[in-house]
Nanobody
Framework: QVQLVESGGGLVQAGDSLRLSCVASGRTFSRYAMGWFRQASGKERELVAAISWNGGSISHGDSAKGRFTISRDNAKNTVYLQMNSLKPEDTAVYYC????????????????????WGQGTQVTVSS
């Protein structure tokens, strides 16, 4: 059973930065792509960023481009999301997720491709 534990969320002001972390356990972390998704109240879950198993391919959702950076440290079984220049519209619960396909050639960017999810961490950005 895979477990994903997110941390790093909180209440910040517009323009601030946060770094989210997600530690994985239960299977070989380095073989699977990882993604960060978010879900705001009353909205659908959306991709923030995804990173391939070896870090060679990265995809960002439109809202994250130019401000957020995803990275991973396979030695620490951890994926990170560095969020800069935060805006009130970034307020959401942020989820870490692990891909269902090992060593995937095509980077997964939709929630349906991810079979394990963390419990989520709340990010609130005040204006």
């Amino acid at each position: 059973q895979v477990q994903l534990v997110e941390s790093g969320g909180g209440l910040v002001q517009a323009g601030d930065s946060l770094r989210l972390s997600c530690v994985a356990s239960g299977r070989t972390f380095s073989r699977y792509a990882m993604g960060w998704f978010r879900q705001a109240s009353g909205k659908e879950r959306e991709l923030v960023a995804a990173i391939s198993w070896n870090g060679g391919s990265i995809s960002h959702g439109d809202s994250a481009k130019g401000r957020f950076t995803i990275s991973r440290d396979n030695a620490k079984n951890t994926v990170y999301l560095q969020m800069n220049s935060l805006k009130p519209e970034d307020t959401a619960v942020y989820y870490c997720a692990a891909d269902v396909i090992p060593l995937a050639v095509i980077l997964a960017t939709t929630p349906g491709r991810y079979d394990y999810w963390g419990q989520g961490t709340q990010v609130t950005v005040s204006s």
